[in-house]
Nanobody, 126 residues
Framework: EVQLVESGGGSVQAGGSLRLSCTASGLTRNNYVLGWFRQDPGKEREGVACIERLSNSPYYADFVKGRFTVSSDYDKGTVWLEMSRLKPEDTAMYYC???????????????????WGQGTQVTVSS
């Protein structure tokens, strides 16, 4: 069974930075995708950044391009989300997700993803 555990959330002022980490276990196949999603109460979950193991190709939602960076150490089963120039609208619960199939642009549809972490809260104050 795949398990995902996030860490690194917290509170920061606008313009600041945070680094989220997700440690995955049970990813035993040769290829998979890892992703970060976020959800604010009352809103639909949205993809932030995703990365595929074999190609190491990242995908970024338009609203984070140039500010966030996704990376992974596949040997350790860890994926990070480096967030900089944070804005109040980045405030949300951030979730790590994994799935066996799919390209990085499956980030656009959270319903395609099979495995989810519990989430870590990010709060950005103005």
């Amino acid at each position: 069974e795949v398990q995902l555990v996030e860490s690194g959330g917290g509170s920061v002022q606008a313009g600041g930075s945070l680094r989220l980490s997700c440690t995955a276990s049970g990813l035993t196949r040769n290829n998979y995708v890892l992703g970060w999603f976020r959800q604010d109460p009352g809103k639909e979950r949205e993809g932030v950044a995703c990365i595929e193991r074999l190609s190491n190709s990242p995908y970024y939602a338009d609203f984070v391009k140039g500010r966030f960076t996704v990376s992974s150490d596949y040997d350790k089963g860890t994926v990070w989300l480096e967030m900089s120039r944070l804005k109040p609208e980045d405030t949300a619960m951030y979730y790590c997700a994994a799935d066996w199939d799919g390209a990085p642009d499956s980030c656009e549809d959270y319903s395609l993803w099979k495995y989810w972490g519990q989430g870590t809260q990010v709060t950005v104050s103005s």
